[in-house]
């Protein structure tokens, strides 16, 4: 077997590898800690003073009209609970048009809410909602 000579013993070899080794151990355990200012403690602060804070917005909760109370059964709700409610309903009672599931086709409590209309397009809900919040 004839070896193959590489300029440098196997123990300046091995003393190379280990060298690596540790350096590359470095990188992962001496990963700078956060302070105070670091953005991930930052976005910590942030989403527990969130947590805390009242609903404001389509989360608050308003009151609204007898006719939507008589279909949602509540004095007050949120906007975005009011609809997802709805929609609950709609489905419940199977009003999605067969040939084409984006219309509603009305019922009387929801003529009342949708202003008469027989028939309306899913993007129209949120709008035709917005009266009835007080």
Same mark, same amino acid.
């Given at each position: 077997?004839?070896?193959?000579?590489?300029?440098? %013993? %196997?123990?300046? +070899? =091995?003393?190379?590898?280990? @060298?690596? @080794?540790? @350096?590359?151990?470095?990188?992962?355990?001496?990963?700078?800690?956060?302070?105070?200012?670091?953005?991930?403690? &930052? !976005?910590? !602060? *942030?989403?527990?003073?969130?947590?805390? &804070?009242?609903? &404001?917005?389509?989360? =608050?909760? !308003?009151?609204? %009209?007898?006719?939507? @109370?008589?279909?949602?059964?509540?004095?007050?709700?949120?906007?975005?609970?009011?609809?997802?409610?709805?929609?609950?309903?709609? =489905?419940?009672?199977?009003?999605?048009?067969? /040939?084409?599931?984006?219309?509603?086709?009305?019922?009387?409590?929801?003529?009342?809410? +949708?202003?008469?209309?027989? !028939?309306?397009? +899913?993007? /129209?809900?949120?709008?035709? *909602?917005?009266?009835? +919040?007080?």
């Amino acid at each position: 077997m004839a070896t193959i000579s590489l300029g440098f %013993s %196997s123990s300046v +070899f =091995k003393n190379h590898q280990l @060298q690596q @080794q540790q @350096q590359q151990q470095a990188v992962f355990t001496k990963a700078p800690t956060p302070g105070p200012g670091h953005a991930n403690l &930052r !976005r910590t !602060r *942030i989403s527990c003073a969130a947590a805390k &804070r009242e609903p &404001r917005g389509i989360t =608050k909760p !308003r009151p609204i %009209s007898i006719e939507m @109370q008589e279909l949602l059964g509540v004095a007050e709700i949120p906007r975005t609970q009011a609809l997802k409610q709805i929609w609950a309903y709609i =489905k419940q009672h199977n009003l999605q048009d067969p /040939e084409n599931k984006k219309i509603i086709v009305c019922d009387e409590k929801l003529k009342k809410i +949708f202003a008469g209309k027989d !028939r309306v397009g +899913f993007l /129209e809900v949120s709008g035709l *909602i917005n009266p009835h +919040f007080l």
